[in-house]
């Protein structure tokens, strides 16, 4: 039993192999790390989509100040930019404001008891920004003419 001890002691804890193989590994992980978190920027906000089902209801154009909607959108001006209520069906609303400075950021919704859209998703500040109402099947997204949309 103790020539087993002596020879674990004299034995090195890590084999050459054992150190190349944590390297790939490390070298991997941040590869990984550049690859998600230094991604490209989708460039400045210019334009909101509003979409209930994959229907376009409310658009807004940062670079002429304009908007469009349709039946159940209500649009108020408001100091910074523009508060815009949505009408999503019996009583359902959606409320977001837009700062005409480039972001959007939901602020009321009778979605559900958590509020989702309201309180865990971020104002939208550039183009590739999203905030998604599942209850009330509302999407809205920005853009840019940087981006080539699909």
Known sequence: MRSRLEEARKTPLFRVWDLVLYALILVLVVILFLAVGLKPSAGKLERVEVLRDSDVIFSYDFLTDTYTVSDGVEVEKT???????????????????????????????????????????????DADGVILCAPHHLTITGGSSDIKDP
């Open 79 to 125: 100091e910074q930019g523009y508060r815009v209520t949505v009408r999503t069906g019996d009583e359902g609303y959606n409320v977001f404001e837009i700062d005409k400075g480039g972001s959007v950021k939901m602020v009321e919704a009778n979605c559900s008891k958590h509020k989702e859209c309201v309180n865990y998703m971020p104002a939208i500040t």
